[in-house]
């Protein structure tokens, strides 16, 4: 599981608010059992002012999604099967949100 790899949100009760889940976590802790993902979602899903460095808009699959980074989370590596894509190419702006959400810069 390479970081910044897209997987399909397979649960039913949040996979229509965020169809994708973007690995974060790096490939040094792929010992652990549970991944540190992000959501992705569609503008029509987000009711509050999306903060551009926090919730930074990015490209998959020819559609603009958000990177809703408030809702960071650890899941079971078994719920995340085959990759879908990657988000390698928005990798500073994933960092950019990790980092804003911790430190405020």
Not at 27 to 41: A, D, E, G, K, Q
Not at 60 to 80: D, G, N
Request: proline share 5%; hydrophobic share 45%.
């Amino acid at each position: 599981m390479a970081q910044f790899d897209v997987y399909r949100n397979t649960n039913k009760s949040t996979g229509n608010r965020y169809p994708l889940l973007v690995n974060v976590q790096h490939s040094v802790l792929s010992t652990l059992t549970t991944r540190i993902v992000i959501p992705l979602s569609s503008k029509e899903w987000v009711h509050v002012v999306a903060m551009d460095v926090l919730m930074p808009e990015v490209l998959f699959e020819e559609q603009q999604y958000l990177l809703i980074t408030p809702q960071l989370s650890a899941v079971s590596e078994r719920l995340l099967s085959k990759p879908v894509g990657t988000l390698e190419h928005c990798r500073s702006q994933v960092l950019a949100a990790l980092d804003f959400a911790i430190t405020g810069i």
